[in-house]
């Protein structure tokens, strides 16, 4: 591969909101990514217009999406996991009338408040008691966090998910049920967010109604601001053959940010929503999300995965990978997810060189890429220099490879050692 870091850096965005504050169609599960003035800045550089077509292969909660639809570009959408799809699809919908689904949210409200009313519960008393709590499915409940959601906010989630059932409006279903979504992972939920979800302080009630309506009104807020225009698609699929659900030499750009090779579980960060919304009911459904899903931590590996054939020949990829073993044995290491750790980066890698040669016939001659990577040091310390060996990958698949830009740096939590965020830029000639 030809020395082609540039060490560009993307100018920063002014805008610094909270998660929580941002726009409706830009919020949901930020946290899963890359911000959207690196969005921006690629449209720019690529100099797309409206009449192209930008393809993000993994495109979690849609921030390439909203993005291009703000500018008048088309764009399509491949996403593994069912929630962040549905979310995806939600925020590039902009065609529900605010006035109705706003009216429709409130009927709902006022249906709940009068049931949970009559079951005795006050805003600021005590749990009433001899009330019999909702709870999920005995299976459906094996699949969150323990703690996750406390008993009394899961049974007024329970009555408001009934109600929004029984009284369906096909208009205002999915920012009804995103709503929730949101609520449920700021407000409702004990959930906390950092490197890895985990559980926090538990919440013994929480304004369930309370908040999934002002989510509501926040989203028909931003409806309102909208215009309709570029066509939007969101498929729930497997990035690695993302090509056999796109139309031949139909992509001008692809924009994306696949996950980063270490241990952390993204199908965690999403079960609660997904299991309350029914996207998840089943440890089955579950497994078979992840089967979809690039390898990119050990909680995704399954005996029959051969992904690593893709990469069988590639020498550095063996190297970390003999080194990460070689590291394990040295320090004893014997647990099942660390005797995994090599092997989950041999198939991750191989996953990506799946990807990037499945998606090769969906692209025009000239199409230019931007994959956002990070490097990894989370497998027994063993640095893992993930845009270098992204670019090393496609070149060998016949992609030109442009550059590296340096997008930020952080520091790895064990060995302080400078870990370095990149875009790697490549384009396909066709």
């Known amino acids: 591969m030809p020395a082609t870091d540039n060490r560009h850096s993307p100018r920063r965005d002014a805008n610094k909101l909270r998660p929580e504050d941002r726009p409706f ?44 639809k703000k500018r008048g570009i088309d764009s399509i959408g ?7 799809a549905f979310a995806s699809r939600v925020k590039v919908d902009w065609s529900p009338d605010p006035d109705r689904v706003e009216s429709h949210a409130r009927e709902v409200a006022a249906a709940v408040d009068a049931d949970l ?12 008691t001899g009330v019999a709590l909702r709870r999920l499915p005995p299976e459906a409940e ?22 929004m059932d029984d009284m369906h409006d096909a208009e205002a279903d999915g920012i009804e ?57 969101v498929h729930n699929a497997d990035a690695r053959v993302g090509g056999r659900v796109l139309a031949p030499a139909s992509v001008d750009a692809v924009i994306t940010s696949p996950p980063y090779p ?9 079960r609660l929503e997904s299991v309350l919304l029914g996207l998840i009911a089943s440890a089955g459904e579950l497994r078979a999300m992840k089967r979809g899903m690039v390898r990119s931590n050990t909680r995704g590996v399954y005996k029959t995965d ?58 025009k ?28 990958i496609a070149h060998s698949l016949g992609y030109e490879v442009c550059g590296i830009d340096l997008f930020r740096t952080r520091l790895a939590t064990a060995t302080r050692e400078e870990l370095r965020e990149e875009v790697v830029v490549l384009r396909w000639p066709g």
């Open 78 to 84: 491949i996403e593994a996991n069912p929630m962040a």
């Open 365 to 392: 001659p000239g199409a230019q890429l931007a994959y956002v990577v990070g490097d990894q040091a989370s497998y027994l310390r063993v640095m893992i220099r993930t845009g270098c060996l992204l670019a090393d």
């Open 177 to 233: 049920k995103l709503a929730l979504a949101k609520a449920l992972v700021t407000t409702i939920g004990n959930l906390e967010f950092g490197p890895e979800v985990g559980v926090g302080k538990q919440k013994h009630d929480a304004p369930v109604v309370e908040t999934w309506q002002a989510n509501v009104r926040a989203a028909c807020e931003d409806l309102r601001t909208r215009p309709l225009g570029a066509v939007s698609q």
């Open 25 to 68: 169609h830009d919020w949901y599960r930020f946290v899963l990514s890359f911000p959207p003035h690196l969005v921006r800045d690629y449209l720019e550089r690529f100099d797309v217009k409206p009449g192209q077509v930008v393809l993000d292969p993994f495109c979690g909660t849609g921030t390439t999406l909203v993005e291009c």
């Open 142 to 163: 094996k699949l969150l966090l323990t703690g996750s959601i406390s008993p009394v906010p899961l049974h007024k989630t329970l009555v408001l998910l009934e109600h």
């Open 306 to 363: 051969d992904d690593d054939q893709w990469i069988a020949e590639h020498p550095e990829v063996r190297r970390i990978a003999e080194a990460i073993e070689e590291r394990r044995v040295a320090l004893g290491k014997t647990s099942g997810f660390e005797r995994l750790y090599a092997r989950v980066t041999k198939l991750y890698f191989g996953g990506i060189a799946r990807h990037l040669a499945e998606m090769r016939v969906a692209l």
């Open 262 to 270: 270490n241990e952390k579980d993204y199908t965690r960060t999403t």
């Open 117 to 128: 009313a009559a079951q005795g519960f006050r805003e600021g008393l005590p749990r009433p």
